[in-house]
């Protein structure tokens, strides 16, 4: 079965320029999370969604970032413009259901690199 | 604000060695989740927990409550489980938001 599938894999560009992250979600599954990893800060929550909608987008770090999801099977994480901080590994990660109990399945991240 | 504590932070182990990975947090929760991220970068979800114990192959986790701690053991350790282990608690109320993860410890284990 597929997993969740995130696009690009690996990405590199200038300071200033537009970044779009994608991420399409096991099929079936109604909650959606974005991660951003960086060796400083560990793993943080971004950003979840349930059945679409944005639930709590509360560690989102400012409003250069901004995040969609436009239907069940896809989602966009956005940097505009972007910064050097913004370096970092961005995870997205779909779970079924909304329970507590319900394990979260990852993709392999997309390596942000921001010159 | 929930602080999530891990040790030890790097963790070298040989081969065949039982290993115990601990998690401490501040504030009461709802789940725990322990995570394994390889060294290519993936992150597979491993458990959650609430109460109790679980187990899964050679992985245990466990979780005490009233005494804010979880530990994973890994029985019989081979050098394939070497990765970051990450432990994240989910605190408060509503679905699935409010994750605050550890540092990860860095497990190493040796042929």
């Known amino acids: 079965d597929a997993g969740v599938i995130q696009s690009p894999r690996h990405e590199v560009t200038e300071m200033g320029q537009e970044v779009t992250l994608r991420c399409k979600p096991i099929s079936g599954h109604n909650s959606l999370f974005w991660y951003r990893q960086t060796m400083m800060r560990g793993l943080e929550l971004l950003i979840y969604?349930?059945?679409?909608?944005?639930?709590?987008d509360s560690g989102m770090p400012e409003d250069r970032f901004s995040a969609k999801m436009p239907n069940a099977s896809f989602s966009t994480l956005k940097i505009q413009p972007s910064e050097p901080r913004d370096s970092a590994v961005y995870f997205c990660?779909?779970?079924?259901?909304?329970?507590?109990?319900?394990?979260?399945?990852f993709g392999d991240g997309t390596r942000l690199s921001i010159l | 604000k929930n602080e999530v504590e891990q040790s030890p932070q790097n963790l070298t182990a040989q081969e065949g060695e039982f290993i115990t990975i601990n998690c401490s947090y501040s504030?009461?929760?709802?789940?725990l989740h322990w995570l394994q991220q390889h060294p290519g970068g993936g992150i597979v979800s491993l458990f959650m927990l609430s109460s109790g114990k679980k187990k899964h192959g050679r992985l245990i986790a466990t979780i005490n409550i009233q005494e804010k701690h979880s530990s994973l053991h890994i029985t019989a350790s081979h050098p394939r489980d070497s990765a970051v282990y990450i432990c994240?608690?989910?605190w408060g109320r509503g679905s699935q938001g409010n994750l605050i993860f550890g540092k990860g410890t860095k497990l190493s284990v040796k042929p």
């Open positions: 504030v009461g929760i709802s789940a």
């Open positions: 969604f349930n059945n679409n909608v944005p639930i709590d």
């Open positions: 994240a608690v989910k």
């Open positions: 990660a779909s779970s079924l259901g909304v329970g507590s109990n319900q394990p979260q399945h």
